[in-house]
């Protein structure tokens, strides 16, 4: 019994993992940048929600939309200010950008409110459930069910509309797509803003989930939601999802097992083993690269 | 060409911008520190004042403890100056800012021994930035007590040879996870026992090795051990692990930040039983974290609980409560009160302000009545002292018991 709690454990970390990764990958896929800034876009999320709940004695789920909202927008003035710019820059130059623009949001969010925790309020009256005796509690389910719904939400979007249609096109080659009549710089908007949403809905459930946040708190999740992406094959979306689960369940299995204190190297050893057996991930095609 | 341009314009606005910041953030250091480092009285000479200085924490991230050290030992200066001084000589303090940080914290004491000649310091609040004094004050030979740094290295060096001019008030990690252990078996009456420790600090890990050597002792078994680093989020796979032997009791020693999220998620699993640590988690945040019912039935052990009915500690929460606006005194203030009244007692009974005569006078120290309990010093300069048993009742502290060492 306590194999299947820990595989519960693990599916409800996963998915928080998976949520941030998605914003990874969708980034990586259509403009080849790795958006460091994407933790800390989970952080502000955070940070709204716990102010939405606070402060304006929202619930849950207008907190939730209204961290989304908010988070949409700024992943798109990000992509504005930051990244728009340096789009025919080295890849370099760009990833170095976003390593500063991420240090400026955690750091500009102690200048204002401090490096302390905050607590998140109670928003549910937390149920426990004992399915074949297996405690799942009310919180945990519905993590999972709102970021399976999320995650359904977006392959409805990449697939299925318009804005999907044009992201995937870009994705593949921009210059083309620009010439079919693509808005590419509105569709590389469009992406950030919801990558960012996603990880503000990332960041409100954490909160809910594990109560403690802080200025700093998007540096580990981040760091594990790329790991994440590059497990499941970095740019593909359906990998990212799949990548954060594994990831979540391994964390989780590593600790069950008596290594506790390893959690976190078995994450980084996933990282380097997949760098140098699979570098495209778990559903990466072997494409050669294009000279 | 254009849009190089535009780029240039944009590299220097973000240039200002974080300029603009770090001088905003300049400042207001500057402006905390400038604050902090003030002297009370006038320029009066050594003859009729006993200089003793304080290097504290009053700014910087643990600046709660030492401002609360400060206050304590303010209101102790006050009154001994009321009632006459030390032999008719009031004393002096002198508080100096030490930011929170090592090498600030030997800058400071370096100051108060060579500039303002203090005969005795008050040391920070905290252990690392008390050692990064204690070679200043060997070297000087100005005794320094510090309030509230429990770990052992502060008095007897890893080679075991003692610090001849550390002292402190209050007493020894390992010492926390005795009076644990012991009320685990006499009061609670528990056998079984989990440990979940803070496996990045090594005031978690000394209360965890004396837990387990004094429960085992004592006929009880630890049925499993389980670790975590500072700064975790998740802690439900270890707390399974844990669940899984049903212990009867689990200690924890560790500190509020992630105690809290502990505690929580323990409840939220379905552990029920009780649940104990040290001073770790004397913190108002602890309560928001865990909320207040996760709490109940959950033990800390501690210096001092302002709830003790004792009529020392009673009159002192009534003298600071008068100086402080009805706030009552927390362990920090407590201690640094103490902390002065057993630097003057030392004056007093070795009759000079000679630095190796106080210190003569410190290791000497026996049965000495303070607010947090009567002390006498042991050889290793640490005091021989009571640690009070506190209960969580609906997210507040309520006073258990006393246990004597």
Redo the contacts between chains.
């Keep these: 019994?306590?194999w299947i709690?820990?595989l519960v454990?693990?599916v409800?970390?996963g998915s928080i993992y998976a949520l941030i990764a998605l914003g990874y990958t969708m980034v990586y896929g259509i403009i080849k940048l790795i958006n460091f800034a994407h933790g800390d876009v989970f952080m502000i999320g955070a940070f709204i929600g716990f102010y939405a709940i606070a402060e304006w004695q929202l619930g849950f789920f207008p907190a939730l939309l209204l961290a989304m909202a908010l988070c949409a927008v700024f992943g798109v003035v990000i992509e504005r200010?930051a990244y728009k710019?340096l789009r025919?820059a080295t890849r370099i130059a760009a990833l170095i950008t976003a390593i500063g623009v991420s240090l400026?949001i955690e750091?500009?969010t102690i200048?204002f409110r401090g490096?302390?925790?905050?607590?998140y309020p109670?928003v549910f009256a937390?149920k426990?459930f004992t399915i074949l005796g297996v405690?799942i509690?009310s919180?945990s389910i519905l993590i999972l069910s709102v970021a399976i719904i999320l995650m359904v939400l977006l392959q409805f979007i990449v697939h299925k509309t318009k804005i999907g249609k044009a992201m995937r096109a870009v994705s593949h080659d921009v210059d083309a797509a620009r010439l079919m009549g693509i808005n590419v710089d509105n569709t590389i908007s469009a992406t950030f803003a919801i990558g960012s949403a996603l990880a503000g809905a990332a960041g409100v459930i954490f909160g809910v989930y594990?109560?403690?946040i802080d200025p700093l708190?998007g540096v580990?999740p981040g760091v594990k939601a790329f790991i994440a992406a590059v497990l499941g094959g970095i740019g593909i979306i359906p990998g990212a999802m799949v990548g954060g689960m594994l990831l979540g369940v391994v964390?989780?299995l590593v600790?069950?097992l008596?290594f506790?204190?390893w959690?976190d190297a078995a994450a980084f050893v996933i990282l380097i083993l997949i760098l140098i057996f699979r570098p495209s991930g778990i559903f990466g095609k072997n494409a050669r690269e294009k000279v | 060409m254009k849009e190089n341009k535009k780029l240039k314009k944009f590299g220097s606005l973000l240039v200002a911008s974080s300029l603009l910041t770090g001088v905003l953030a300049g400042c207001g250091a500057g402006g905390d520190s400038s604050s902090g480092s003030s002297s009370s009285g006038g320029g009066s000479s050594d003859g009729d004042t006993i200089k003793i200085g304080a290097n504290l924490e009053l700014s910087g991230n643990v600046a709660s403890y030492g401002s609360s050290i400060a206050v304590g030992a303010e209101l102790a200066v006050k009154e001994i100056n009321d009632k006459g001084g030390i032999d008719g000589k009031k004393i002096e303090l002198i508080k100096v800012d030490n930011k929170s940080e090592n090498s600030e914290a030997t800058a400071a004491a370096l100051k108060l021994a060579t500039q303002d000649k203090v005969v005795a310091m008050l040391a920070p609040a905290t252990s690392g930035n008390t050692v990064a004094t204690v070679q200043i004050a060997n070297q000087n030979k100005i005794p320094i007590v510090t309030g509230s740094g429990t770990s052992p290295i502060i008095t007897v060096n890893e080679d075991g040879s003692v610090n001849e001019y550390a002292f402190r008030t209050c007493f020894i990690d390992p010492f926390q996870g005795v009076v644990a252990a012991n009320f685990a078996s006499n009061e609670l009456k528990v056998k079984n026992v989990a440990v979940f420790a803070d496996n990045a600090s090594d005031y978690a890990k000394g209360l965890a090795k004396s837990f387990k050597e004094t429960i085992t002792a004592n006929g009880g078994t630890v049925v499993e051990e389980e670790a975590y680093v500072a700064k975790d989020t998740d802690f439900r796979t270890q707390l399974t692990t844990i669940k899984s032997k049903n212990p009867d009791f689990i200690f924890i020693p560790g500190y509020y930040e992630e105690v809290g999220l502990i505690v929580k998620q323990a409840r939220e699993m379905g552990i029920t039983v009780p649940l104990m640590g040290a001073d770790g988690w004397d913190s108002p945040t602890l309560v928001d974290l865990a909320g207040a019912k996760a709490l109940n039935n959950t033990f800390i052990t501690n210096h001092y609980s302002a709830e003790d009915p004792d009529a020392k500690i009673q009159d002192f929460v009534k003298a600071f409560k008068a100086a402080n606006g009805d706030k009552a005194p927390d362990a920090f203030n407590a201690l640094g009160y103490d902390s002065i009244y057993y630097i003057a007692d030392a004056i007093k009974r070795a009759g000079s302000t000679d630095g190796e005569a106080i210190k003569n006078a410190l290791a000497g120290t026996k049965d000495l009545s303070l607010v947090t309990g009567t002390f006498s010093v042991d050889k290793n300069h640490n005091p021989i002292k009571s640690a009070t048993v506190l209960e969580f009742k609906d997210g507040k502290q309520v006073f258990n018991s006393k246990v004597n060492p």
Excluded at chain 1, 115 to 119: D, F, L, R, T, V
């Design positions: 019994m306590e709690q820990q454990n693990g409800s970390l200010i710019r025919n400026l750091y500009t200048f490096a302390q925790p905050a607590a109670d937390n426990s405690q509690s919180t594990y109560t403690k708190m580990i964390e989780s600790s069950a008596g506790s204190l959690r």
